[in-house]
C-alpha cells in the first residue's frame, strides 16, 4: 500500500517554520527592534541581595521618567517600555543578561544599573555590540577617566570618585581647619571601593589641610553584620575625626552601635554615603552634626520642582529618592532629550552623537548637568556636603564646592594617573 | 601586627575593660547560636546547615513584633518562641526525612531550606535592609566601669545569654527529661523501648535548639541591619564556634564563643588584618590535635 501526500509536506512546512525562526529570531533583532513603535530601554541591576535598594530605586527612578514622557504622549508618537532584569550582584550574570537584553528582549538602548564590578562587566557588552549605554551606578573614575575604555556610544551619569574625593577633601580640609581637627582615624568596608575611596578622600583632605594626621585607618568586612570591635578600638585610639566609606545597611548598624558607646559625642564623623534619605530615616536615633556626601535632599535646592520631583518619586517608591535614583532619572531625561533631538530615530551612533557634550535642566542640578564630551561623563552635579539633624530633612548647611576648583584639580590628577 | 598597641591596651584598665566587654558581647551572641548548633547534633545527630535560617527569621520575627507592639520583651519572646515553632515543624516535615541518610542529602535539604527561607523573607519584608532600632528602655549613655564603658544594652545582651545557657545546662545535666535527652543521644531504641515517644522527644530538641538562634536572633535585631541571608556571616562563626568546642557539648560551645569572642576583641587592637586567620587556625589546630573537639564526645549515633 502506498501512502500519498498532499503539495505541500508537513516536513517541508516544519523545515520553512524554522527557516523563519532563524531569519527573524537571529539574524535580524535590531532592524525588528527599530521599526517597532515602542522604544524599549534595557535595564540590569541589582534587585537582591543586601545592597537590593541600588536596584529598587534605581529601577522606581527609570520607570517614573518613561511614565512621564509616555502619558505625555511619548516622542513623535514613539513610546519607551523599561525591561529590567535582577544580575543579583554577580559582574557574569550583569553581562549575560546585558547580552540577553539586547539580542532577545530587543533593547535599543541599556542603561546599566550595576555597581562598579558588574558595570565593567556591562561595558565590555555593549562595547562589543556597539549599542547606546548609560552607566548610572558606578563611581569607580576608571570607568569613564582611562582613555582605553572610552567607547563613543557608553557614558556615565553617575556621580565620580575624584570629583567626590575632591569635594569631600575640600570640605574636611575647611571643617579641620576651623575646629582644629588633626588626629584622623578611617574606618571603611575592607574591598576595592572601601580602600580607594578612602585613599582619594584623605589625600585630598591631606593637601588641603598639611596639619591633618591618620593616626589609625580600621577595615571591617563588607557587608560585617557587626562592628563593635572596630568602635572600640577607634574609643582607643580617640581621633578627633573619623572618615568613613561604609554605605547602605552596613553605615546603618555602624551608626547604630556607634551611637550605644556615644562614640559621636566627642569625635567628628565624615561620610560619603551617609546622605541617602532612606538610610537617614533608617536610623532609629540619627546624632546631629554628621557631616555627610549630598546623596540627594528634598530642600536642596529648595524649590517647587525638587519638590515635585521628590513627590512624583515617593508616589511610586516606598522612600524618598537616593542617590541612585536622581542618577538614572538624569540619565533617563539624556536619553529623552536626545530621542527627542533625533525625532525619534532610536540609531545608537545618533542619539550618542546628541548626547555627547549635552546639559539637561535638572530639579536638583543647579544650572544643568552636562555630559562632558571629552570622557563622557557627568560634571555639575550637586558634589555639597551638609551636616545631619535628627528630623526630615535630614541633613541642612549644605556648602558647595565650585566645580572649577573639581575640574582644576581632576585635570592634575589625569595627569597622574596617565589618563591625559 | 601592632603588638605595641596590644600591650599598651592591656596595661590599661579602661581598655581592658572595654575589650573584654566586646568580646563578651561577640562571644554571648555566637554561643547562643552554637548552644543551638551543637544540642540538635548531640542528640539528633544531625548537622543542621539551616541553622542560620532560624537566627534570621527570629530576628524578623523580633522586628515586626516590636514594630506592632513597641514592647521589646514581647518581640524578644516571640522572636524565640517563633524560630521554635518553625523548627519544630522543620524538623517533623522535612530534617526528620533524612535522618541516618547520607551528609550530602542532609546538606542538599538544608540548603534548599536557606533559599526558601530567604526568599519567603524578601516576599513578606521585602529585600531591603530592616533596622529595629535600640528599644527606648536601653537608650541609656553607657555605664563606665574602671574607665572602660559597657553599654547598657550589651549589659543586658550578656546576662540574657548566659542565664539562658545556665538554664540550658541545668535542664539537660540536672532534671528526669534531660536524663531522657542525654539517653536518646546515646540508645534512641532503648529510650524507645521504655515506652517514651522519641519522635516528640527529637521534634522537642529541635524545636528548642532552633529557639536559640531565634533569640540570638531577637537580641541582635536591635543593633543589627537586618536582610535576607544575614544568617550565613554568624553560621560560618558558629560551626568555628562548635568545632573548636566539640559538637554537642554546651560547656564547650560557650568556652569556643569566649574564645572567638576574645580572639576578635583583642585581635583588633593587636593583629587587625589576621583575626581570621587566627580564628581558622584555632579551628585547624583543633581538628588536628583532637578532632572531637575540647569538650566533645564521639558522635551517638
Redesign the interface.
Known amino acids: 500500500m502506498t501512502k500519498t501526500t498532499s503539495g505541500v509536506s508537513r516536513r517541508r512546512v516544519l523545515k520553512g517554520a524554522l527557516a523563519g525562526f532563524a531569519v527573524s529570531g537571529i539574524g535580524m533583532p535590531h532592524i525588528a527592534g527599530a521599526q517597532a513603535k515602542v522604544i524599549k530601554i534595557g535595564l540590569p541591576t541589582i534587585l537582591s541581595g543586601r545592597v537590593a535598594i541600588l536596584g529598587t530605586s534605581t529601577r522606581f527612578a527609570v520607570q517614573l521618567a518613561f511614565n512621564q514622557i509616555n502619558e505625555a504622549g511619548g516622542i513623535n508618537g514613539r513610546k519607551f517600555e523599561v525591561v529590567d532584569r535582577d544580575s543579583k550582584g554577580r559582574p557574569d550574570e550583569a553581562a549575560k543578561v546585558t547580552r540577553d537584553l539586547i539580542n532577545n528582549d530587543g533593547c535599543d538602548i541599556i542603561i546599566d544599573g550595576e555597581a562598579s564590578s558588574g558595570s565593567f562587566a556591562v561595558h565590555e557588552v555593549v562595547r562589543d555590540l556597539g549599542i547606546l549605554c548609560l552607566h548610572t551606578c558606578s563611581e569607580t573614575s576608571s570607568l569613564t577617566a582611562d582613555p582605553k575604555l572610552l567607547s563613543k556610544n557608553v557614558f556615565r551619569c553617575a556621580r565620580q570618585g575624584i570629583h567626590d574625593a575632591v569635594a569631600g577633601g575640600s570640605y574636611a580640609a575647611k571643617i579641620a581647619k576651623e575646629k582644629d581637627l588633626k588626629k584622623w582615624a578611617t574606618c571603611s568596608p575592607d574591598y576595592a571601593y572601601g580602600r580607594d575611596n578612602t585613599a582619594e578622600f584623605i589625600q585630598y583632605a591631606k593637601e588641603f589641610e598639611p596639619s591633618i594626621e591618620v593616626v589609625d585607618q580600621l577595615w571591617p568586612k563588607l557587608f560585617a553584620p557587626d562592628y563593635t570591635e572596630s568602635i572600640t578600638k577607634l574609643m582607643q585610639v580617640k581621633p578627633q575625626a573619623v572618615y568613613s566609606a561604609l554605605w547602605g545597611g552596613d553605615l546603618v548598624a555602624f551608626i547604630e552601635q556607634s551611637n550605644l558607646y556615644r562614640l559621636f559625642q566627642n569625635t567628628a564623623y565624615f561620610s560619603g554615603g551617609l546622605g541617602d534619605p532612606p538610610i537617614l530615616s533608617a536610623i532609629k536615633n540619627l546624632p546631629q552634626g554628621l557631616n555627610t556626601a549630598y546623596r540627594y535632599n528634598r530642600g536642596f535646592p529648595n524649590t517647587a520642582e525638587n519638590a515635585a520631583f521628590c513627590d512624583a518619586y515617593t508616589k511610586v517608591a516606598p522612600h524618598e529618592p537616593t542617590n541612585w535614583a536622581w542618577q538614572n532619572y538624569a540619565a533617563a531625561q539624556f536619553i529623552i532629550e536626545a530621542v527627542r533631538r533625533t525625532g525619534g530615530n532610536t540609531d545608537s551612533s545618533a542619539l550618542a552623537k546628541e548626547i555627547s557634550g549635552m546639559t539637561v535642566k535638572l530639579p536638583y542640578g543647579g544650572a544643568g548637568i552636562t555630559m562632558r564630551d571629552s570622557d563622557h561623563t557627568i560634571i555639575n552635579y550637586p558634589v555639597a556636603w551638609g551636616k545631619t539633624v535628627n528630623k526630615s530633612p535630614w541633613v541642612v548647611d549644605y556648602v558647595d564646592t565650585e566645580w572649577s576648583k573639581i575640574l582644576e584639580v581632576e585635570k592634575q590628577w589625569k595627569k597622574e594617573k596617565g589618563y591625559a | 601586627m601592632n603588638l605595641d598597641?596590644l600591650y599598651s591596651?592591656l596595661s590599661s584598665s579602661s581598655?581592658v575593660v572595654?575589650?573584654v566587654?566586646?568580646a563578651l558581647?561577640?562571644g554571648m551572641?555566637l554561643f547562643m547560636v552554637a548552644s543551638g548548633l551543637s544540642l540538635i547534633f548531640g542528640v539528633l545527630g544531625v548537622i543542621n546547615f539551616a541553622h542560620g535560617a532560624f537566627y534570621m527569621a527570629g530576628a524578623y520575627i523580633a522586628f515586626f513584633a516590636y514594630r506592632s507592639s513597641s514592647s521589646f520583651l514581647l518581640a524578644f519572646l516571640a522572636g524565640g518562641l517563633g524560630a521554635g515553632l518553625i523548627g519544630v515543624i522543620f524538623e517533623r516535615f522535612v530534617i526528620s526525612k533524612v535522618y541516618g541518610k547520607d551528609i550530602l542529602m542532609q546538606l542538599l535539604v538544608c540548603y534548599a531550606i536557606i533559599l526558601i527561607f530567604d526568599d519567603l523573607v524578601?516576599m513578606i519584608a521585602g529585600?531591603?535592609?530592616?533596622?529595629?532600632?535600640?528599644p527606648d528602655v536601653f537608650?541609656l549613655?553607657?555605664l563606665e566601669f574602671a574607665g572602660g564603658?559597657i553599654?547598657a544594652?550589651?549589659v543586658f545582651m550578656i546576662v540574657a545569654s548566659l542565664s539562658i545557657g545556665a538554664v540550658l545546662w541545668l535542664a539537660i545535666e540536672k532534671t528526669r527529661l534531660g536524663k531522657i535527652i542525654r539517653a536518646l543521644a546515646i540508645n534512641p531504641q532503648m529510650v524507645g523501648a521504655l515506652g517514651i515517644n522519641t519522635t516528640l522527644l527529637y521534634a522537642a530538641v529541635f524545636g528548642v535548639g532552633s529557639a536559640l538562634a531565634g533569640i540570638a536572633g531577637a537580641l541582635?535585631a536591635?543593633?543589627?541591619?537586618l536582610?535576607?541571608?544575614?544568617g550565613l556571616?554568624?553560621l560560618i562563626e558558629s560551626f568555628i564556634v562548635t568545632v573548636i568546642g566539640g559538637m554537642g557539648s554546651i560547656v564547650g560551645a560557650l568556652i569556643a564563643a569566649l574564645l572567638i569572642g576574645f580572639t576578635?576583641?583583642f585581635?583588633?587592637?593587636g593583629f587587625?588584618?589576621f583575626v581570621d586567620g587566627i580564628m581558622f587556625g584555632m579551628m585547624a589546630v583543633v581538628l588536628i590535635v583532637k578532632p572531637s573537639g575540647l569538650l566533645g564526645r564521639e558522635m551517638a549515633r
Do not use: H
Not at chain 2, 222 to 225: E, G, I, K, L, V
Not at chain 2, 227 to 230: A, H, K, S, V, W
Open positions: 598597641a591596651c581598655c572595654t575589650q566587654s566586646t558581647i561577640i551572641l524578601k529585600p531591603e535592609y530592616r533596622m529595629m532600632g535600640m537608650a549613655p553607657p564603658f553599654p544594652y550589651y541582635a536591635p543593633t543589627r541591619t536582610t535576607p541571608g544575614m556571616s554568624i576578635r576583641a585581635g583588633a587592637i587587625p588584618l
